[in-house]
């Protein structure tokens, strides 16, 4: 069962045609990745998602519903969530602050206090201990899992995160690697946006290539691990 | 007791000192420096929400002028007396339903509350459209607006009077509702800017996209956060407009904006107390300073008065504060009863403790 289907999917900037008829599926409990080169469009199809971006055409269906016209706000209540590109975590409020944000439309108390006791005590105990520091005080790992840790205070059905990795010491990385994997394990559907494609393709279940606007391969992820094309252009190997 | 009942208790025994205060100051004090106090509570008000808009919500508006005016003319409408309505729109009749009554003088607070909605729905009417834009262009369309507002009242004759003004506008702004309205704006708009609202509203301030991202209906809290600062400039107008008893369109002029900005920039954007200290503080000094405008003898030389040279040395002080306090007096801290406890500390270790726990971290 998808739990988000995208369907010939279109996105103009101005002039610019980002995404040209992209369709792609995110089947229930699974990790999606998107891989590819910069300006391929994976970040203008989370925009699309999340509703922060127009669809000119197509349709983007989340749990039986079209989402395409939904404006963002909407959206997160349906159940999707993103941690941005570049963190965007709240510089002037605190780490508890910016945790408490991210559930700022659940009316659930109880469940929220849970889900803050699980992300902050079990997922990155770093932040328990950042919790009344001011959030742009962090480092940028620390940013980073509170950016992910924001984004899951929604208790999203589907997560999109784009580039979790981005700009993080190799060793942060596999720590963000390793979140990801543990937040899968308890049932959340993950929509992956990376360049560090090798580490996202071993953790996928699925994986999509974008270039030019356009998916020009799909497979699960050793499938594309395995592709002579994919190790060339996206994993950096020689012949 | 828990902490926060405590607090409660200590803020109604700082509010009935504050009204001893005001007893004291109204039988002490002379008409002249009371007059200062009651323009420094006004100050206090259309400060403090404007505050709320261009520090907490990080919206650049220029507008709080043309709400005030709107505050000043209702409660101009309202309360000036019927036979003085008809002695000062001679040129043109006062349109109804205005020429029909006015209110007496209990109902004075009603009237500004009214002076209040009307700044309110001025918020809201020039809010929908100008807050789907952002920095410049906000403070653009903003600043637009409220000289809309001004051009309106120079040419409304038949019921702003037009450039010659409402006079005779009876006095009932006095110490205690200045002061009863000043509490009642620093009192809401810190709740508001603790709530879950208020954190809405700074994380629209630092990230408008993620913001977004979160779930935040940002338009929505941009649009919440204009209209209560709309309300309070409106109720700060309304009293201004009874306190000097006229009203005319130069009484709101741009300069009202400009003095407020200079006011919430000292105090510290997005700091509630801080711009209600600086507020108060600036109504009086700035009448502190009118002595640099009389004539002066230093020795041998003469200096004739020259006017404007308080606006001088005032721009001088505020260049010094600007380099020695770039992020204004208070910064974006606020002065909390935990602060005091820290401050104070040795008479209740046991909020100090909690305090010093608190810094340490921040």
Known sequence: MSILKVRDLNVHYGGIHALK????????????????????????????ITGLARASSGSIEFR???ISSVSPHEIVRLGISMAAEGRRIFYNLTVLENLMMGA???????????????????????????????????????????????????????????????GLAPLLVQEVFRVLSEIHDEGCTILLVEQNAKAALKIADYGYVLR??????????????????????????GE | MSDKSRKTILTIILIGFLFVLAWLAERCLDEYVMRVVRTGLIYVIAAVGYNLINGIAGQFSLGPNGFMALGGYMVALLMLPLDQKKF????????????????????????????????????????????????????????????????????????????????????YADIYRCLGWAIVAVLIISNLANSSYGRAMKSVRDDEV?????????????????????????????????LITTVSPNLFSFSMTF??????????LGSITGSAVTAFAFALISEVLRFVESPMTIGPIHI????????????????????FYRRGLFGKREISWDWVFARFGKITGKGAEAWSHKTERS
């Not at chain 1, 889900?115 to 790992?141: A, C, H, M, N, Y």
Request: proline fraction near 5%.
């Open chain 1, 21 to 48: 008829g992209v369709s792609l599926d995110v089947p229930e409990g699974t990790i999606v990745t998107l891989i590819g080169a910069n300006g391929a469009g994976k970040t203008t199809t989370l925009r699309a």
């Open chain 2, 304 to 323: 004739p008065g020259i006017a404007g040279m308080r606006m001088l040395v005032f721009s001088l002080l505020l260049v010094l504060l600007m380099i």
């Open chain 2, 88 to 171: 000062v729109w001679f040129l043109q009749p006062l349109i109804w339903p205005f020429n029909a009554f006015s209110f007496s003088k209990p109902f004075f607070p009603l009237a500004v509350a009214l002076g209040g909605v009307a700044g309110a729905l001025g918020a809201l009417i020039v809010g929908i459209p100008s807050l789907r834009l952002r920095g410049d262009y906000l403070a653009i369309a903003t600043f637009g607006f409220s000289q809309i507002i001004i051009v309106l009242a120079n040419n409304l004759i038949p019921i702003t009077n037009g450039a010659l003004g409402i006079k005779g506008i009876p006095e």
């Open chain 1, 64 to 66: 039986g519903r079209d």
């Open chain 2, 259 to 268: 003095n407020l900005l200079i006011i919430i920039v000292l105090g510290g």
């Open chain 1, 104 to 166: 700022y439309h659940r009316q659930d108390t109880e469940e929220v206090k849970k889900d803050l006791e699980w992300i902050s005590g079990v997922l990155f105990p770093r932040l328990r201990e950042r919790f009344s520091q001011k959030g742009g005080t962090l480092s940028g790992g620390e940013q980073q899992m509170l950016a992910v840790g924001r984004a899951l205070m929604s208790r999203p059905k589907l997560l999109c995160l784009d580039e979790p990795s981005l």
């Open chain 1, 212 to 237: 030019g606007g356009t998916i020009t391969m799909h497979g699960t992820g050793e499938e594309l691990l395995a592709d002579e094309r994919v190790r060339k252009a996206y994993l950096g190997e």
């Open chain 2, 210 to 242: 993620a913001a977004e991202a979160m779930g935040i209906p940002v338009f929505r809290i941009k649009l919440l956060a204009f209209v209560v600062s709309g309300f309070f400039a409106g109720v700060a107008g309304g009293l201004m407009a009874s």
